[in-house]
């Protein structure tokens, strides 16, 4: 036995093959399995590092053993398992057993796949969390109020993550998330709704989606038209992946209609993401959505509706692979749809209201090398890089891309980071780290929302700066001025850490945690909902929930001091015939134009030129 330090995934496969007492050649083959994913869907080295032909080895073993393997799954989860389809050559079957395309799709989808064939993998009863709980060091009292009812949850199918929202009319506000405890007959589905009608002091969990023939499968994400008041919320299909299920409520989520596919032809689709567009003018109203198909001729994928979300248009394919994606719209309509391929965060925008798109631009380039910008985070879970823009209010041409990736410091597993760019995403800031923690503990999975003014973001993410294992979200406000941004110090929202908690729940992917969440702003508020494992309940020590705060603005005059570089000139040089440039050993005059963007008051300002980066003696 080993205490101390979690088992990582390739160990558990090995263990795994050996309980079921497979023949030595058959462990020898999970051996080559366990090295090659790990390595590259883990840890992310490139494939190159570990030869191709172990991942080739792999797929060949699987393909001439799938019913033996199959069998193995079952007798390793005996008792969890209902009735599975055997393989049976299908596209779901090539999704479901090739890693290189298995590790693309979300967890929902994963989902979808594992209830058809059977977990990849041993599920096993009871807790399986990792790092201590900090119930000591609390939070300066935002409110962590409960979303779904945890009473409800009567099996080990007791997951509630990944979360969207929405604020409706007055105190209305709407939250959807994944919901493994909906997976039950009859309607067997996987999202969960709960509705606020005071503002989120407390919510009612509404159980389930209106019942289809498809069903919904979580992945929910919701879009509001501020005009009319129409909220939809688009999920995953449960029994078909050809369909992505759009449901409309007039009521602030009162009641449901029921539900119209709005893929526009997709046939194996994942990751949606809606908007609407809320600027006045031609276009306002219209909802957009935008998500990748694995099926044979997909790709990302983009659908529009002009009509409420009565009906959609056929897709167009944006570019033939990817995932993570996000769709936005300006003030001036142009319609932002961005994405992660590879280490690549690409931007097409369509200034006709979807009808056609510019060439696909890579925005941003990513360090970690994980499938889907995995970063190999502590506890086994997976996780994301996906991009999340948001657009000034008012100024059409100024886009916020925030975003995850290793971190600053040696040896830091994760950070957050933000760019900005004023050219309608042609060009970006140098990337800035929000997070002010600068150890090697992880922050990640980030939300961001800009309040209607376009004053003051709010950029939230997980964090684990307190032992650096245990878990916990915190939040802080930006305001920008050119090419930078003042800060508030970052503040702790949750009340009480929480551990990981991987493996547990039967209806759930193994290394699944949540892959998103989402945060939205007023006038004066910030809104955020999370999944949150601190509470125990029956048959679980940890017990994934849904929690959410309410953040009141920090008025801009508030912000300290905090001085940004606004302007830099070349005013004289020394060399002949001048060029206007610095020339390496040349005497050169500068002029740096400097600005307090805070609210607090300066005084005796020096700035120093330092003496790297090739400078050298540097004056006043």
């Given at each position: 036995a080993r205490t101390g330090v979690p088992f990582a995934p390739h160990e558990f496969e090995i263990m795994d093959a050996w309980r079921t007492g497979l023949p030595i050649t058959q462990i020898e083959a999970h051996v080559l399995l366990s090295r090659a994913l790990y390595n590259v869907y883990v840890a992310g080295?490139?494939?190159?590092?570990?030869?191709?032909?172990?991942?080739?080895?792999?797929?060949?073993?699987?393909?001439?053993?799938?019913?033996?393997?199959?069998?193995?799954?079952?007798?390793?989860?005996?008792?969890?398992?209902?009735?599975?389809?055997?393989?049976?050559?299908?596209?779901?079957?090539?999704?479901?057993?090739?890693?290189?395309?298995?590790?693309?799709?979300?967890?929902?989808?994963?989902?979808?796949?594992?209830?058809?064939?059977?977990?990849?993998?041993?599920?096993?009863?009871?807790?399986?969390?990792?790092?201590?709980?900090?119930?000591?060091?609390?939070?300066?009292?935002?409110?962590?109020?409960?979303?779904?009812?945890?009473?409800?949850?009567?099996?080990?199918?007791?997951?509630?993550?990944?979360?969207?929202?929405?604020?409706?009319t007055g105190n209305n506000i709407l939250v959807s998330f994944n919901d493994s405890g909906s997976n039950i007959a009859p309607n067997a589905s996987f999202t969960g709704i709960a509705r606020s009608t005071d503002a989120g002091v407390t919510f009612t969990d509404q159980g389930r989606l209106p019942a289809s023939a498809t069903s919904d499968a979580g992945d929910p994400v919701y879009a509001r038209n501020n005009v009319t008041g129409r909220i939809v919320i688009a999920t995953l299909g449960f029994n078909s992946g050809a369909v992505l299920q759009s449901f409309r409520t007039d009521n602030d989520g009162a009641t449901y209609m029921a539900p119209i596919d709005c893929d526009g032809g997709g046939t194996s689709n994942d990751?949606?993401?809606?908007?609407?567009?809320?600027?006045?003018?031609?276009?306002?109203?219209?909802?957009?959505?935008?998500?990748?198909?694995?099926?044979?001729?997909?790709?990302?994928?983009?659908?529009?509706?002009?009509?409420?979300?009565?009906t959609w248009s056929a897709r167009q394919v944006l570019e033939a692979g990817g995932q993570g994606a996000w769709v936005s719209v300006a003030s001036d309509h142009t319609v932002y749809a961005t994405w992660l391929a590879g280490q690549n965060m690409r931007l097409r925008k369509s200034t006709d209201q979807g009808v056609?798109?510019?060439?696909?631009?890579?925005?941003?380039?990513?360090?970690?090398?994980?499938?889907?910008?995995?970063?190999?985070?502590?506890?086994?879970?997976?996780?994301?890089?996906?991009?999340?823009?948001?657009?000034?209010?008012?100024?059409?041409?100024?886009?916020y891309l925030c975003y995850n990736d290793r971190g600053v410091a040696a040896g830091d597993q994760a950070d957050v980071f933000l760019r900005k760019s004023t050219d309608g995403g042609a060009t970006w800031t140098p990337r800035f780290r929000v997070n002010s923690d600068a150890t090697t503990t992880a922050q990640w999975q980030p939300v961001i929302a800009m309040n209607p003014d376009g004053q003051s973001l709010f950029i939230s993410w997980y964090d684990r700066r307190l032992n650096g294992t245990a878990i916990d979200v915190y939040g802080t406000e930006l305001i920008s001025c050119g090419s930078g941004f003042a800060t508030l110090p970052d503040y702790r929202i949750t009340t009480a850490s929480f551990p990981v908690v991987i493996?547990?729940?039967?209806?759930?992917?193994?290394?699944?945690?949540?892959?998103?969440?989402?945060?939205?702003?007023?006038?004066?508020?910030?809104?955020?909902?999370?999944?949150?494992?601190?509470?125990?309940?029956?048959?679980?020590?940890?017990?994934?929930?849904?929690?959410?705060?309410?953040?009141?603005?920090?008025?801009?005059?508030?912000?300290?001091?905090?001085?940004?570089?606004?302007?830099?000139?070349?005013?004289?040089?020394?060399?002949?015939?001048?060029?206007?440039?610095?020339?390496?050993?040349?005497?050169?005059?500068?002029?740096?134009?400097?600005?307090?963007?805070?609210?607090?008051?300066?005084?005796?300002?020096?700035?120093?030129?330092?003496?790297?980066?090739?400078?050298?003696?540097?004056?006043?």
């Amino acid at each position: 036995a080993r205490t101390g330090v979690p088992f990582a995934p390739h160990e558990f496969e090995i263990m795994d093959a050996w309980r079921t007492g497979l023949p030595i050649t058959q462990i020898e083959a999970h051996v080559l399995l366990s090295r090659a994913l790990y390595n590259v869907y883990v840890a992310g080295y490139p494939e190159e590092k570990i030869g191709d032909d172990l991942l080739g080895r792999w797929r060949a073993y699987y393909t001439a053993n799938a019913l033996q393997i199959q069998q193995r799954n079952l007798k390793l989860n005996d008792g969890l398992e209902q009735s599975v389809v055997p393989p049976d050559g299908s596209h779901d079957w090539q999704l479901y057993w090739d890693p290189a395309l298995y590790n693309q799709l979300s967890s929902a989808f994963q989902n979808r796949l594992e209830r058809k064939f059977g977990l990849r993998g041993r599920i096993a009863p009871g807790n399986k969390g990792s790092g201590s709980v900090d119930e000591g060091q609390l939070g300066p009292g935002f409110p962590n109020v409960a979303v779904n009812n945890r009473t409800a949850d009567t099996t080990t199918a007791d997951t509630q993550s990944e979360t969207s929202l929405v604020l409706g009319t007055g105190n209305n506000i709407l939250v959807s998330f994944n919901d493994s405890g909906s997976n039950i007959a009859p309607n067997a589905s996987f999202t969960g709704i709960a509705r606020s009608t005071d503002a989120g002091v407390t919510f009612t969990d509404q159980g389930r989606l209106p019942a289809s023939a498809t069903s919904d499968a979580g992945d929910p994400v919701y879009a509001r038209n501020n005009v009319t008041g129409r909220i939809v919320i688009a999920t995953l299909g449960f029994n078909s992946g050809a369909v992505l299920q759009s449901f409309r409520t007039d009521n602030d989520g009162a009641t449901y209609m029921a539900p119209i596919d709005c893929d526009g032809g997709g046939t194996s689709n994942d990751k949606e993401w809606i908007a609407c567009d809320n600027a006045a003018g031609t276009g306002q109203g219209n909802f957009y959505n935008f998500y990748r198909d694995f099926g044979g001729s997909g790709g990302m994928s983009f659908v529009r509706s002009t009509d409420g979300a009565a009906t959609w248009s056929a897709r167009q394919v944006l570019e033939a692979g990817g995932q993570g994606a996000w769709v936005s719209v300006a003030s001036d309509h142009t319609v932002y749809a961005t994405w992660l391929a590879g280490q690549n965060m690409r931007l097409r925008k369509s200034t006709d209201q979807g009808v056609t798109f510019s060439a696909a631009a890579t925005i941003n380039t990513i360090v970690t090398a994980g499938v889907n910008g995995d970063l190999g985070l502590t506890g086994g879970f997976r996780s994301n890089a996906f991009p999340y823009v948001v657009h000034h209010p008012s100024n059409a041409n100024e886009l916020y891309l925030c975003y995850n990736d290793r971190g600053v410091a040696a040896g830091d597993q994760a950070d957050v980071f933000l760019r900005k760019s004023t050219d309608g995403g042609a060009t970006w800031t140098p990337r800035f780290r929000v997070n002010s923690d600068a150890t090697t503990t992880a922050q990640w999975q980030p939300v961001i929302a800009m309040n209607p003014d376009g004053q003051s973001l709010f950029i939230s993410w997980y964090d684990r700066r307190l032992n650096g294992t245990a878990i916990d979200v915190y939040g802080t406000e930006l305001i920008s001025c050119g090419s930078g941004f003042a800060t508030l110090p970052d503040y702790r929202i949750t009340t009480a850490s929480f551990p990981v908690v991987i493996g547990q729940d039967p209806g759930i992917v193994s290394t699944y945690m949540g892959d998103y969440d989402q945060a939205v702003a007023d006038s004066g508020f910030f809104y955020r909902a999370w999944g949150d494992n601190r509470d125990s309940l029956l048959t679980h020590t940890n017990q994934p929930d849904v929690r959410f705060t309410k953040i009141a603005r920090t008025p801009v005059g508030s912000f300290p001091a905090s001085i940004v570089k606004t302007t830099q000139s070349l005013i004289a040089e020394n060399c002949t015939p001048a060029n206007s440039a610095i020339d390496p050993g040349e005497t050169v005059t500068v002029s740096l134009g400097l600005q307090n963007v805070g609210g607090g008051a300066t005084s005796s300002l020096v700035a120093t030129l330092q003496a790297t980066g090739g400078v050298t003696s540097p004056s006043a």
